[in-house]
């Protein structure tokens, strides 16, 4: 392993970031590759921490300060693999090679913070006005709903008016086919008699005078009905006490 010292990298977009990494490696244990290591090189070590320090200046400088920012995992793979071109000769293997710290000056990290800290607010505030959209459409929906209800209680209960409004009206037409059928075929000769008989009764209720013209059906019939009254018996009244005294003495 070896420890690449602290170093001050500038970006793409002229931003002074401090850097540092850590490289794994080891000398591949043949006999060819740990002669490379002794006689290819000098202090692989010093070579390794060295070619890091170079390597990572080359990436990060072709990178601005927000991309860098957030691409160490394209950082670190590609510090790999450039140390894995370069120490190929040497004996060396590259295990694996990664950022520790990737740290921009306070000025920078503070705007940075103040960026997030606003990014968050605006969020938040988003994330509420959504949920207050959510609530007031809820509410809309509600009372959407319970129009649409009380509409179509309306209409049913309209709706059940008329058909007994038809019922009734249907009923009524039907007693009066009923009644004019019966006057038809059971009173056909004698139906302006029924009438004439119909309006004296309904006369007769309020006392008023009828004038029937003689020898009408219509007469006859009263006629008939005051014979009858005339021969209904008329009952005695019973003596009285006093009476019986009177006439004693």
């Known amino acids: 392993m070896s420890q690449v010292q602290p170093q001050q990298v500038i970006t793409k977009d002229k931003v002074v970031l401090n850097v540092d990494a850590v490289v794994f490696f080891k ?4 006999e ?8 290819n090189v000098n202090n692989f070590e010093a070579q390794i921490e060295m070619l890091a320090r170079t390597t990572l200046r080359n990436i990060i400088g072709t990178m601005e300060m927000s991309e860098a920012n957030v691409g160490r995992e394209k950082i670190n793979a590609e510090l790999k693999d450039q140390l894995s071109q370069q120490s190929k000769d040497w004996g060396i293997e590259i295990m694996r090679a990664e950022l520790k710290d990737l740290q921009p000056p306070p000025d920078i990290q503070e705007s940075m913070n103040n960026v997030i800290k606003a990014d968050n607010l605006r969020l938040a505030a988003q994330n509420q006005a959504n949920a207050r959209e959510l609530e007031a459409d809820g509410f809309k ?6 129009a649409e209800g009380k509409q179509q209680a309306a209409i049913l209960e309209a709706e059940g008016q008329r058909q ?4 009734i009206a249907e009923g009524d037409a039907e007693a009066t086919k009923l009644r004019n059928e019966a006057l038809t075929t059971y009173f056909k000769d004698t139906a302006v008699t ?12 309020d006392n008023a005078k009828i004038i029937v013209p003689q020898g009408n059906a219509t007469s006859l019939i009263l006629n008939e009905l005051d014979h009858t009254r005339q021969m209904l018996p008329i009952p005695i009244p019973t003596e009285t006490k006093n009476d019986k005294s009177h006439n004693s003495k």
Do not use: N
């Not at 060819?32 to 006689?39: D, G």
């Open 27 to 30: 000398v591949r244990p043949e």
């Open 32 to 39: 060819q590759w740990v002669k490379a290591s002794e006689y």
């Open 141 to 146: 929906r509600a009372a959407i709903k319970s």
């Open 164 to 167: 007994a409004t038809i019922k």
């Open 194 to 205: 029924y009438k004439e008989l119909e309006t004296i009764a309904t006369s007769l209720k």
